[in-house]
């Protein structure tokens, strides 16, 4: 989204002095703000999971290799409900 279709949206608060307080977002627009402040541009992963121990992510494969072997499945849903909350 352009920057001047993006001032078009914001809104400011002032207070009785007429100085400037705050500013208003609309919520589609502080959500893509915040992905994208998350979201490393490279690899498209969240910062979070950028930031995890190569350690954590083998274990957690390896954990997953293992259910599986062991005929331990998950719905498709489970999973998806999983990894967004």
Known sequence: ???AQIE??????T???GKTTDV???LELWQQL???LNTDNISGLAWIDEQEPKEQILADLQESVRLAAA???FPIS???EDATT
């Open 15 to 17: 207070n009785s002095e």
């Open 24 to 26: 208003l977002v609309p």
């Open 1 to 3: 989204m352009p920057i």
């Open 8 to 13: 078009n949206l914001i809104r400011y608060v």
């Open 78 to 80: 489970q999973l998806w």
């Open 71 to 73: 005929g331990q499945t």
């Open 34 to 36: 915040i992905h994208s």
